[in-house]
Structures are given as structure tokens and as C-alpha cells.
């Protein structure tokens, strides 16, 4: 079945360990997201890429960066991991056409920082 | 449901009865609205989406309506069901490429 696919399911890092987390899809989608979700909060968007175009969130810490190198896969890295950043990743993907659509969302990564 | 900062509002409801969940968005140039379903350590799950020329919507079992007047969506699920139980979060499309903001959500409780 397509899908959009988030690995490793759980991640444990240390305090100010780089860490990158991986999203993968067959739906052959052109835009890929990158929300993070904190325990009883909503998912806030990080960054997205339409096709190669990264458009980075006012508010997302220079700590996130992403890389998409082709259409199936995009990667999350966090460079420097405090205690603030343990949460859920979530990867989501959309085919735009015409107008906005709906978003495909993996399962996540639950990320822990020691 | 009103949120207060991160307690989520909890709707609990009886099996079988039917669910209202409310959702106020906040920016009158949103063009698109979705509803997702998410379950504790799962990503979010589809239930049904509406755009902005359009007051209602019907899935199996889910209905959507909109109020561009009052900025308020909802969501009805008739004869809910313990599969039901989860946290759902309406979104608003607030720009292109689909940039989805998420409302806070509401944790639906199915007692039986």
C-alpha cells in the first residue's frame, strides 16, 4: 500500500547530539512536511518542501534543519537536541494540483533527549 | 470546547448517542478546512475535509458543517462507537501548498 513512512519509531538522543530523523513515501506526492507535536498539543508545521523549494516557518529554530534529496525521501535534522525538543515528528505528505488538499501523515517519531 | 493551555477539552459520550465536536478558526481567508482523527502514538488520520464554497459536507457516519459567518466548524458523528475514541483536531488551510494550522483538539471519550 502507499504510504508515507517514518523511521525509527522511537529515538533517543543526548542533550546536544545531532540527530536526523527519516520520512520516506509512495505516493509520489510533491509537497513533504515536517510538524512537530508536543504531549496534549497540536502538530505545529516546521517546514515544507514543494517539489525542491524549502519554505521554512517564521518561528521554526535554526537548531531544525530538513533535506529533501528526491521526491520519496526527506529528512529532519536537529543539530544541537535540548530537553525543550523531545517530542513527536510527524511527516506528512500532499499533492497539490489546483488548490490546497489534504495531508498524508505518517506515524511518527517519538524523539527522547537525555 | 475552550481550551486552557495544554489540557485538552474532553467530550465524553455514550455509545451509540451521536458526538458534536466544535472548532473556531481563526482566519477568515481560510479556504479549506480538514478534520483529523488521531489515536495515542499514531500520526493523524483523515476523517473528512470541506472547502470554503461548501456549508456541509457528509461522510459515512461523519458530517462536517462550516459557518464562515462565525468562523465555526464542526464535526457530528452518528452512533459513535469505541473505535471512535480519540483526539480530534479540526485544520485550517492559511496559505498555499496546503500549510495546515491545527486547532488545539478535543479528546473524544466513548463510554459504553
Known amino acids: 500500500d502507499a504510504m508515507v513512512i517514518q523511521n525509527p519509531r522511537y529515538q533517543v538522543t543526548q542533550f546536544g547530539k545531532p540527530v536526523t530523523l527519516s520520512c520516506s513515501q509512495t505516493?509520489?506526492?510533491?509537497?513533504m512536511y515536517w510538524y512537530q507535536q508536543k504531549s496534549s498539543q497540536a502538530p505545529k508545521l516546521l517546514f515544507h518542501?514543494?517539489?525542491?523549494?524549502?519554505?521554512n516557518e517564521a518561528d521554526t529554530p535554526d537548531n531544525f534543519q530538513s533535506r529533501r534529496p528526491n521526491t520519496s525521501f526527506c529528512f529532519l535534522d536537529i543539530r544541537s537536541p535540548g530537553l525543550g525538543d523531545a517530542a513527536m515528528y510527524l511527516c506528512a505528505t500532499s499533492d497539490i494540483l489546483g488548490g490546497p488538499e489534504k495531508l498524508f501523515f505518517g506515524s511518527g517519531t517519538q524523539l527522547s533527549v537525555l | 470546547g475552550e481550551s486552557v493551555g495544554l489540557h485538552l477539552p474532553t467530550l465524553s459520550v455514550q455509545e451509540g448517542d451521536n458526538s458534536i465536536i466544535n472548532c473556531a478558526y481563526s482566519n477568515s481567508a481560510s479556504d479549506y478546512f480538514i478534520w483529523y482523527k488521531q489515536e495515542s502514538g499514531k500520526g493523524p488520520q483523515f476523517i473528512i475535509d470541506?472547502?470554503?464554497?461548501?456549508d456541509k459536507r457528509q461522510g459515512q457516519r461523519v458530517t462536517v458543517l462550516l459557518n464562515k459567518t462565525v468562523k465555526h466548524l464542526s464535526l457530528q458523528i452518528a452512533a459513535t462507537q469505541p473505535g471512535d475514541s480519540a483526539v480530534y483536531f479540526c485544520a485550517e488551510n492559511t496559505g498555499t501548498a496546503s500549510k495546515l494550522t491545527f486547532g488545539t483538539g478535543t479528546r473524544l471519550q466513548v463510554t459504553l
Open positions: 518542501y514543494y517539489d525542491k523549494d524549502f519554505n
Open positions: 470541506i472547502r470554503s464554497n461548501m
Open positions: 505516493l509520489n506526492h510533491n509537497v
